[in-house]
């Protein structure tokens, strides 16, 4: 499986920021759930919000009410795109963001990070 993130960038407070996740590869019909983390400096990297297959969604409570984690497979190709929209963003929000993806055999794969820089 192949993820590439996207979006991230330098906001003020209270801004909004839309990452996306552009997912494909061998696997992609095994993916079980589809998710965001962070990591801060200094800090591990923790769960922002994941998505399963069926919709389920799920979020930090960190970042409920805030932020929603969405997906779009509108073509019905093996690709689709997972999108966090980032709204009422705090400096504490400051992260390296990673999408995953974690098939139903359990095999967790990572994008690479876009940082996120929110200032006060």
């Known amino acids: 499986v192949q993820l590439q993130a996207s979006g991230g960038g330098l906001v003020q407070a209270g801004g909004s920021l839309r990452l996306s996740c552009a997912v494909s590869?061998?696997?992609?019909?095994?993916?079980?759930?589809r998710g965001w983390y962070r990591q801060a400096p200094g800090k591990q990297r923790e769960l922002v919000a994941t998505?399963?297959?069926?919709?389920?969604?799920?979020?930090?409570?960190s970042v409920k009410g805030r932020f929603t984690i969405s997906r779009d497979n509108a073509q019905n190709m093996a690709q689709d795109m997972v999108y966090l929209q980032m709204n009422s963003l705090k400096p504490e929000d400051t992260a390296v963001y990673y999408c995953?993806?974690?098939?139903?055999?359990?095999?967790?794969?990572w994008g690479q990070g876009t940082q996120v820089t929110v200032s006060s």
């Open positions: 590869g061998r696997y992609f019909y095994n993916i079980q759930t």
């Open positions: 995953n993806a974690v098939l139903w055999a359990g095999r967790t794969y």
């Open positions: 998505i399963t297959s069926g919709g389920t969604t799920n979020y930090a409570d």
